[in-house]
C-alpha cells in the first residue's frame, strides 16, 4: 500500500509555500503602487540592449545625446565590467532622476567609447486616465485578484492536505500572482529570489493543469490505458529546467550569456510554448471523456461545474486579452481600463468554482446553481439599487440643503437627523425584512424545509409512544428534504436494530452494535455524520465489512445520532436527496436539533412504557403476593380446637404480605394438642414457601404419634435441609399438650425460648422458660435434640411468640424486649387467651406508636382457667 506523507509535514510545506507566494504578491503590489503613485521619483532606463549579446536596440533621447546610438554593445557600467542584468537592475532601481551613470561600449567597427548619461525621470504610466481609475484596475487586477485566487488555494490545502488534486489547484491558483506581477523593482538576492519563483510558477503553470485533468475527480481511463503519454509530456518540462536556471543565472549575475546559450533557450522556449498548448488540449480532452465516463453521477456533476466555471473566468481573459487585442482594444485607455476590470472580475468564477469541485462533498447540478444563484443575486442587486438610490434622493433632498446653509439653523439640524434616522432604518429594518423576502422568495423550499422541521423539533416533544414518533419525523424528513431513503435504527440492550423504514426493505438482519465505529464516533461527538465513500472519513475506514453492508443497504449518505440524556438511544441513516445535492450546513444544523428533540422524546416514550409495565408487573405481583397471603392463611389453623380447662388463641401479622412466621394447632392421634411456632429466615415469598415446607414436614411426622419428640425434632431437621437452600433455616418450637394430666411436653429449635406465667400460693408470679432442644433446623444435616416435659398448673398462661413480638421498635430504634412483654403478660393472666393475644398487640403497637416494623409478629397462646 502507498504510504502518504503526514498531514503535519504537508501543512509545514504549505506554510513555506505560503511565506514565499505571500512575499512574492506583496513585494510586487508595494512596487506597483510606488510607480503608479510616485513615478517621478524614480528613473526610466535611457536604452534598451539585448540581454544575449548586450547590443543595444533602442536608445532615449538623453542616451541619445551621451553619445550612444543603437548598434554599440556595452561592456562596462559605471567603471565595472558588465556582469548580467542584475547590475543593471541595481543602477536603474537606486537612482534619482538628474543622477548619473557611466556606460562603457565598443562600437560595430570595434572601438570603444564611453558616455555619461543624465538619468532622466520615469514618465506617468498612464497618461491620460484618471489616477483613481488606474488604482482601481490595478487594485482588483493586480493586487485583490491574485490574492483572492492565493488565499483560495490556501484553504483548500489546508482543508484536504493529504489529497493530490488539492495540491495542484493551488499550484494553479497562483499562477495569477505570476501572471500579473513580474520580479518588480528587486535588488540583489531579493532579485534572485523573486525571479525563481517567478519562472518556476511559470513552469509549473501548464503541467499541474494536465496532471489536474488527469486525476480530478477520479483517474481518467485514457491515463489508466496508456500513463506513458502524460510522461511524454512533463519530462521535456524537466529537461527545460535544466537549461532554464543555469541561464537565468548567467543572464543575470554573469552575463552576458551568449549567442549559443540565447539559441537554445529560444529553441527550448519554443518546444515548450508548443507543450503548453499540448497540456490545455490534453486536459481538454481528459475532462471531456471524463464528462461521458465518469464512475459516479457525483464526478460528472463536478466535472460539468468544472467546465462551465473555468469557461466563464479564463473565457473572459481570452475576450478581453486575446480577442480584445486582435480587435484594436487599448489598454491604456479609459474603455480599456474598464474592459480589463470587468475581464478581471468574470475571471474570479475560475477559482471559487475550482474551489467549490475540490472542497464540496457532492456537488450541485450546474443549471440548479446558475439558476438559483443567477435569480438571487439579480434580486439582490436590484434592492441595493432601489437602497442607493433612497440614500440619494435622501442626500439630496436633505443633506444638500443643510450643508449649503452657512448658518445652520433649526430646520437644517433636523434635516441631518431625519436622514440619519432614514439611513439607519434602511441599513437595519428594511435591509433585514428584504433579507428574509429573498430567502422567502428564491430559496423557498430552503425556508420552507427550515420552517417544517423546526416545527416538527417542537412537535416530537408531545409524543409517548414510540412508533407513530418515528413514523411522523421519518415521513417529515422524507417529505421536506426529498430523501427517498431513511432507516431509523433504536437501541435493543447492545445492539441497534432497525425500527422504521422509508425506501429500505426491512430486514431484521439490519443491525449495528454497540461497538460499530459509526455508533460509537456519533456517541462521541453528537454531530451528524457525513459518510463519503469516495473519500471517507477515518471513522469509517475503520468500519468492519458487516457495519459497512449495512449502511451500503440502507443507502446511508448522512448518520445522525438520536441521543437521549446520557446515552445514544439510536441511529437514523438518510440516504441521499433526489436532487443529489450534498446536505448543506442549515440542513445539518436543523437535522441535528430534530435529532436531538427526537432522541430525547425516544427515552421519554421508552421510559412512559418502562413505567406502565412496571406498575402492571407491581400489579402482577401484588396480586400473586394477594393470592399467597390468602393461601398462607388457610395453612393457619383455621378453628382453634376447644380444650377442657384451658383455651387457646394464636395469630400472626406478617410485615410484607406474607412472611415466615409460622404457628399451628392440631390434634393428635391420642387426643394430646399439637402447639408449634417457628421462624424461617429472610422475608417475602421465599420464606412463605419454606414456611409451608416446614409445616408440611411437621404433620408428616406426627402421622404416628410420636412420643420421641428429639426424634421428631431431627426429622423435622433432615427433611427441612434437604427441600431447602444452604442459606435457608428456621427456628422452631413444637409442643404436645395432655388436657387430662396438664403435662406438655415439648422441644426447642434455636427458637425464642416460650414463657409460662404461675401465680404462686404466696400471689408471687413465677416465669419459666422452655428452652431446652437444640440447632435450628434446617442448617445443618444432622443435629442433636433434648426434649423437655413440664406439668402445667391451673391458671398458667404459656405464651409462644416470634422476635418480632419481643423486637418490635419505636422510632428511635428501641425494642420493646423480653421484659416489657412479660409484663404485658402478667397484666393479663386473668383473661382468656384470646384476651392475651389482643391485650398483647395493643401493648406492643402503643409502644411502637406506628413505626414500621421489619418483622413477622406472632403469638400463639395457651390459658388455662384456675
Known amino acids: 500500500m502507498k504510504r502518504r506523507p503526514h498531514p503535519n509535514l504537508l501543512r509545514a510545506l504549505l506554510g513555506v509555500f505560503v511565506l514565499a507566494s505571500l512575499s512574492f504578491w506583496l513585494a510586487g503590489v508595494l512596487d506597483n503602487w ?370 449649503h446653509n452657512r448658518q445652520p439653523g433649526e430646520s437644517a439640524l433636523i434635516e441631518g437627523l431625519v436622514f440619519l434616522a432614514l439611513l439607519a432604518v434602511l441599513r437595519t429594518g428594511v435591509q433585514k425584512h428584504a433579507q428574509a423576502w429573498l430567502d422567502r422568495k428564491f430559496f423557498r423550499e430552503a ?73 460509537r464516533y456519533l456517541a462521541m461527538t453528537n454531530e451528524p455524520a457525513r459518510l463519503y465513500r469516495d473519500d471517507p472519513d477515518a471513522w469509517y475506514l475503520m468500519a468492519g465489512l458487516g457495519e459497512r453492508q449495512v449502511l451500503d443497504k440502507v443507502n446511508a449518505e448522512l448518520l445522525l445520532p438520536l441521543r437521549g440524556r446520557n446515552r445514544l438511544m439510536g441511529v437514523m441513516a438518510l440516504g441521499p436527496k433526489r436532487s443529489e445535492a450534498a446536505y448543506t450546513p442549515a440542513d445539518l444544523h436543523m437535522l441535528q436539533t430534530l435529532a436531538t428533540q427526537t432522541g430525547l422524546a425516544i427515552e421519554v416514550a421508552e421510559l412512559a412504557h418502562s413505567l406502565a409495565a412496571e406498575a402492571a408487573q407491581r400489579e402482577r405481583v401484588n396480586r400473586e403476593i394477594e393470592i399467597a397471603r390468602e393461601v398462607q392463611e388457610r395453612l393457619f389453623p383455621q378453628e382453634m380446637p376447644q380444650i377442657e380447662g384451658a383455651t387457646i388463641a394464636g395469630h400472626c401479622r406478617p410485615a410484607l404480605g406474607v412472611g415466615g412466621d409460622y404457628y399451628d394447632v392440631f390434634l393428635l392421634e391420642d387426643g394430646r394438642i399439637g402447639l408449634a411456632i417457628g421462624d424461617v429466615s429472610g422475608k417475602g415469598i421465599a420464606a412463605a414457601l419454606l414456611m409451608a415446607s416446614l409445616r408440611a414436614s411437621l404433620r408428616g411426622v406426627s402421622l404416628d404419634n410420636p412420643r420421641d419428640f428429639a426424634k421428631l425434632m431431627d426429622k423435622v431437621n433432615r427433611l427441612v435441609y434437604e427441600a431447602s437452600a444452604s442459606n435457608r433455616y428456621a427456628t422452631f418450637f413444637f409442643a404436645a399438650y395432655d388436657t387430662k394430666t396438664r403435662r406438655l411436653d415439648c422441644v426447642n429449635a434455636g427458637h425464642n425460648p416460650p414463657v409460662v406465667l404461675r401465680c404462686g400460693e404466696d400471689g408471687v408470679t413465677d416465669t419459666l422458660r422452655l428452652e431446652e432442644g437444640g440447632p435450628v433446623v434446617g442448617l445443618l444435616p444432622f443435629a442433636p435434640y433434648t426434649e423437655q416435659s413440664v406439668t402445667l398448673m391451673p391458671g398458667d398462661l404459656l405464651v409462644l411468640f416470634t422476635d418480632g413480638i419481643s423486637e418490635a421498635m419505636t422510632h428511635e430504634d428501641e425494642e420493646w424486649g423480653e421484659e416489657r412483654m412479660i409484663e404485658s403478660m402478667k397484666k393479663c393472666q386473668d383473661t382468656t387467651a384470646d384476651a392475651v393475644l389482643k391485650d398483647m398487640f395493643r401493648d406492643v403497637d402503643a409502644f411502637t406508636a406506628g413505626a414500621p416494623q421489619h418483622d413477622d409478629m406472632t403469638l400463639l397462646v395457651l390459658k388455662l382457667e384456675g
Not at 548580467?84 to 537612482?95: E, F, K, P, S, W
Not at 432507516?487 to 449495528?512: C, K, N, Q, T, W
Open 447 to 519: 425556508y420552507n424545509a427550515e420552517v417544517v422541521l423546526n416545527e416538527l423539533a417542537d412537535e416530537v416533544r408531545q409524543f409517548t409512544e414510540t412508533a407513530p414518533l418515528l413514523d411522523t419525523v421519518a415521513r417529515k424528513v422524507a417529505e421536506t428534504l426529498h430523501v427517498d431513503q431513511i432507516a431509523v435504527l433504536l437501541r435493543r440492550s447492545e445492539v441497534f436494530h432497525l425500527e422504521r423504514a422509508i425506501g429500505v426493505p426491512v430486514d431484521a438482519a439490519l443491525a449495528l452494535p454497540a461497538d460499530a465505529s459509526a455508533v
Open 34 to 403: 510606488e510607480m503608479e503613485r510616485h513615478a517621478e521619483r524614480h528613473v526610466a532606463a535611457p536604452l534598451k540592449y539585448n540581454d544575449d549579446t548586450c547590443v543595444v536596440t533602442s536608445v532615449q533621447p538623453e542616451a541619445r545625446k551621451a553619445g550612444i546610438v543603437p548598434g554599440v554593445r556595452i561592456t562596462g557600467l559605471n567603471g565595472a565590467p558588465y556582469t548580467g542584468d542584475a547590475q543593471v537592475a541595481v543602477i536603474l532601481y537606486t537612482a534619482q532622476p538628474g543622477d548619473t551613470v557611466d556606460v562603457e561600449f565598443v562600437r560595430p567597427d570595434g572601438s570603444k567609447g564611453t558616455a555619461t548619461i543624465t538619468l532622466a525621470p520615469h514618465a506617468k504610466p498612464y497618461a491620460g486616465i484618471a489616477e483613481w481609475v488606474a488604482l482601481l484596475r490595478d487594485g482588483v487586477v493586480v493586487a485583490l485578484m491574485p490574492l483572492v485566487c492565493l488565499l483560495i488555494g490556501y484553504w483548500v490545502v489546508l482543508a484536504k492536505p493529504t489529497d493530490r488534486n488539492a495540491w495542484l489547484l493551488l499550484i494553479l491558483l497562483t499562477f495569477p500572482s505570476v501572471l500579473w506581477i513580474n520580479p518588480g523593482m528587486a535588488t540583489g538576492a531579493g532579485l534572485a529570489l523573486r525571479l525563481f519563483w517567478y519562472d518556476t510558477l511559470q513552469l509549473l503553470a501548464s503541467p499541474a493543469l494536465l496532471l489536474f485533468g488527469i486525476y480530478f475527480p477520479e483517474q481518467s481511463r485514457i491515463d489508466n490505458k496508456a500513463p506513458w503519454i502524460k510522461w511524454l509530456v512533463l519530462a521535456p518540462y524537466a529537461l527545460f529546467a535544466g537549461l532554464l536556471y543555469p541561464y537565468l543565472y548567467k543572464e543575470y549575475f554573469a552575463g552576458p550569456a551568449g549567442l549559443k546559450w540565447a539559441t537554445v533557450i529560444t529553441d527550448a522556449g519554443n518546444v515548450l510554448n508548443v507543450l503548453n498548448l499540448v497540456c490545455i488540449a490534453l486536459y481538454l480532452v481528459f475532462t471531456l471523456d471524463k464528462l461521458r465516463s465518469a464512475s459516479t453521477a457525483d464526478a460528472r456533476r463536478r466535472l460539468r461545474v468544472l467546465t462551465a466555471g473555468t469557461a466563464i473566468g479564463v473565457g473572459a481573459l481570452l475576450l478581453v486579452f486575446v480577442a480584445g487585442r486582435h480587435f484594436g482594444l487599448k489598454f491604456d485607455s479609459v474603455s480599456g481600463f474598464w474592459i480589463t476590470l470587468a475581464g478581471g472580475l468574470v475571471f474570479m468564477v475560475a477559482p471559487f468554482t475550482l474551489a467549490y469541485v475540490v472542497l464540496v462533498q457532492r456537488a450541485m447540478d450546474v443549471r440548479m446553481i446558475v439558476r438559483a444563484g443567477t435569480r438571487y443575486v439579480m434580486a439582490k442587486a436590484f434592492l441595493l439599487a432601489v437602497q442607493t438610490a433612497l440614500v440619494g434622493v435622501a442626500i439630496w433632498l436633505l443633506l444638500f440643503p443643510a450643508l
